[in-house]
Nanobody, 119 residues
Framework: QVQLQESGPGLVKPSQTLSLTCTVS??????????WSWFRQPPGKGLEWMGA???????YYSPSLKSRTSISRDTSKNQFTLQLSSVTPEDTAVYYC???????????RGQGTQVTVSS
C-alpha cells in the first residue's frame, strides 16, 4: 500500500518561499501512469489542487498559482517537492500530497501538514 508523508516548516514569514517535501513509500513515483499532486485546504475553505508531477517528470500547475509554484522530484529518494514563493497569510492552510490516476484527483493522500504564514 502506498504511503505519503509531507514534511517541512510549519511557520513561514510573509514574502518568503514555502518548501514542502512528500516522501513516498510502498510504490515508486516513476510508476506509469500516476500523477503526484499537491493540494491545500485553507481554514474554513475547500480542498484546492495546486499542481502535480507525473510518472515521467512532466509538471502541471493550477493557473491561479502557476506564477508562484514549482514542483520537482528526486527519483533517487522517491520524493517530490513543492515550492510556493512570495507567500502571504492567505497561503495559510493544511497542505497535502497525494497520488492519483487522474489529474486533480487522489486515491492515496498524506495526513497533511499545517503551514502558517505569519511574521
Amino acid at each position: 500500500q502506498v504511503q505519503l508523508q509531507e514534511s517541512g516548516p510549519g511557520l513561514v514569514k510573509p514574502s518568503q518561499t514555502l518548501s514542502l517535501t512528500c516522501t513516498v513509500s510502498g510504490g515508486s513515483i516513476t510508476t506509469s501512469y500516476y500523477y503526484w499532486s499537491w493540494f491545500r485546504q485553507p481554514p474554513g475553505k475547500g480542498l484546492e489542487w495546486m499542481g502535480a508531477v507525473d510518472y515521467s517528470g512532466s509538471t502541471y500547475y493550477s493557473p491561479s498559482l502557476k506564477s508562484r509554484t514549482s514542483i520537482s522530484r528526486d527519483t533517487s529518494k522517491n520524493q517530490f517537492t513543492l515550492q510556493l514563493s512570495s507567500v502571504t497569510p492567505e497561503d495559510t492552510a493544511v497542505y497535502y500530497c497525494g497520488r492519483g490516476r487522474r489529474l486533480y484527483e487522489y486515491d492515496y493522500r498524506g495526513q497533511g501538514t499545517q503551514v502558517t504564514v505569519s511574521s
